[in-house]
């Protein structure tokens, strides 16, 4: 999957789970914070966020990983993604 369909489909994902149908995807910078200033998510957003992402990626968070810094912007969970991603291919 290449970086850009990535980005575009977590975001995609932000505006659709969360329900904030007054964003489009351009209006959200992949590389400002998602909580507090950017977006102004909370940790409940956090939470929903991330059953999404599991159930559309594959992927699964740790409560030993820090998810601050994971969910910190788009780039961020597009890297955790990409990340985890690579590994399972691996194995």
Do not use: C, H, W
Not at 1 to 21: C, G, P, T, Y
Not at 51 to 79: L, Y
């Amino acid at each position: 999957m290449q970086r850009e369909e990535l980005v575009l489909q977590i975001k995609e994902l932000i505006i659709s789970s969360l329900n904030l149908e007054d964003l489009a995807p351009a209006d959200i910078d992949q590389a400002a914070p998602l909580f507090k200033e950017g977006l102004g998510l909370d940790s409940i957003d956090a939470l929903e966020l991330g059953m999404e992402i599991k159930k559309k990626f594959g992927v699964t968070f740790s409560e030993f990983e820090d998810n601050s810094a994971i969910f910190f912007s788009v780039d961020t969970i597009a890297d955790y993604i990409e990340k985890n991603l690579s590994t399972q291919n691996k194995q």
